[in-house]
């Protein structure tokens, strides 16, 4: 009933919102009653998903073109946003990229500039712009990190960078907006099951091998789907007033009983995620 929508006629700014996470948080906040703006770079699948979203409950959706790296491509999605609804409520930083599985011998430091660019500079650069907004309706920010923040992985140390980078972030940023009563708060996905997530699997020389691990480094045996990510970024938005700075972890309790840590006799990475010759 639309007595009940959690986020009835509130302003949410989602990067990212075409596809995977982002696009199941921005079904989730339509559907509870929010006004939702996105952007991808993708233009045929923004649009596309604009279309799907507009009919997924009360609220709407809106598509921005925009590259979260490109500054005059950020103030122009922020601008255009508050042009049409006035306000903005809500910004949920999740555009990201995450590499392929490699050491930090086979990285250049122009690979890890451009990730760093997209992880964080993104996210910087959307924060910056929405705040004057953000202040006004004494909105929160939520940003989307991961689980390697806290815990690692092999194979990942500039995606771990980037995302610790985020979490850091986080924290400091909800030092200084707290004045504002701006709340800024974080989660932390483990193995999500999403577009990329599949292909990548897919692309691996045994993909039930590998899905079969995503499912098992989770203590409920699968992956998170994106909805659920996107049911956690509406509570942070809603009902968590009184929590910022915080992380949510969304896991499935992978950090738990002691993660296998020998995958240098087990082959956990360099055996199952080889690619398909």
């Known amino acids: 009933m639309e007595g009940h929508l959690r986020f009835k006629d509130k302003v949410t700014v989602i990067t990212g919102g075409s596809s995977g996470i982002g696009k199941g948080c921005a079904t989730v906040f339509v559907q509870q009653g929010s006004k939702v703006v996105f952007c991808s770079y993708n233009e ?8 799907e979203l507009n009919g997924k409950g009360p609220g709407e959706a809106l598509f921005i073109f925009a590259d979260v790296t490109k500054e005059d491509d950020i103030k122009n ?3 255009k946003t508050v042009e049409r609804y006035g306000k903005i409520d809500c910004v949920i930083n999740n555009a990201g990229q995450h590499p392929e599985y490699r050491t930090i011998d086979d990285y250049t430091a122009e690979e890890f500039r451009k990730l760093f660019e997209v992880n964080v500079l993104g996210y910087f650069l959307v924060s910056k712009y929405a705040l004057p907004h953000l202040r006004k ?7 989307n990190s991961s689980m390697t923040a806290h815990t690692a992985a092999g194979w990942s140390s500039m995606y771990c960078a980037t ?3 985020v979490s850091a ?8 907006e707290a004045k504002y009563n701006v709340r800024v708060n974080s989660f932390s996905g483990g193995n999500i099951d999403t577009p990329l997530s599949n292909q990548f699997i897919n692309s691996t020389a045994n993909p039930e091998e590998t899905g079969q691990i995503f499912s098992n480094i989770s203590l ?11 049911m956690t970024c509406l509570y942070l938005a809603s009902d968590a007033t009184f929590s910022t700075g915080i992380d949510i972890h ?4 992978a950090e738990l009983n002691y993660a296998c840590k020998n995958i240098k006799t087990k082959g956990f990475w360099p055996n199952s995620f080889l690619k398909k010759k």
């Open 44 to 51: 045929k699948e923004g649009k596309e998903a604009e279309k």
């Open 137 to 143: 309706t004494e909105g929160n920010i939520i940003n």
């Open 220 to 230: 409920l045996g699968r992956r998170c789907t994106a909805a659920e990510c996107g």
């Open 250 to 253: 969304v896991s499935g309790g």
């Open 169 to 176: 972030m986080t924290r400091a940023l909800a030092i200084d």
């Open 77 to 79: 999605m922020i601008n």
């Open 163 to 165: 995302k610790g980078a």
